[in-house]
């Protein structure tokens, strides 16, 4: 079951992405699709935040991988773009995705082959002008993560999120 849910500000992709991430597990991957400026570094920032990691999250444009280790669960935060011409092979992102955290990947079509069998696709879509609103889309693949959207809308219903 697809969720897609609209947030007007910055600061309302912060509370639902934090709450999103009070439910996540170890070895729990979300990939985040979106143009440039779509707020898929503001998706991560929230992330951090429910986890209870506080130090300042930057893109990984530059780096491929952030590690975020003080927290409820290690945060990997990688952005893969600059793999689109030679692919992930090698560069050990099994241990990251199979380890001990939470994978958050950017532009993970570039590593389609490392990735596990299940997964959360979240498309952040932004709407009107100068990027106001914005449409956050998840698409669960596997029952883990259709189960993990479902306590999440319900969860986010309860607190008034949506």
């Known amino acids: 079951m697809n969720l897609t849910l609209h947030v007007n500000s910055e600061q309302e992709t912060l509370d639902l992405a934090a709450l999103l991430a009070t439910l996540l597990e170890p070895k729990d991957v979300l990939l985040l699709e979106g143009n440039l400026g779509a707020g898929k570094t503001t998706f991560t920032k929230g992330i951090a935040k429910g986890l209870g990691i506080e130090t300042v999250i930057k893109s990984p444009t530059y780096t491929l991988i952030r590690e975020y280790t003080k927290g409820k669960l290690p945060l990997y935060h990688m952005d893969v773009y600059r793999l689109e011409d030679v692919g992930g092979d090698d560069l050990g992102f099994d241990e990251y995705i199979y380890g001990n955290g939470v994978s958050v990947i950017e532009w993970a079509t ?16 932004p709407t009107g002008e100068f990027f106001e609103g914005r449409n956050i889309t998840f698409e669960p693949t596997g029952e883990h993560y259709e189960q993990l959207v479902e306590k999440f809308q319900k969860q986010a219903s309860e607190e008034g999120l949506i």
């Open 110 to 125: 570039f590593i389609q082959d490392e990735l596990p069998d299940s997964y959360l696709t979240i498309k952040l879509e």
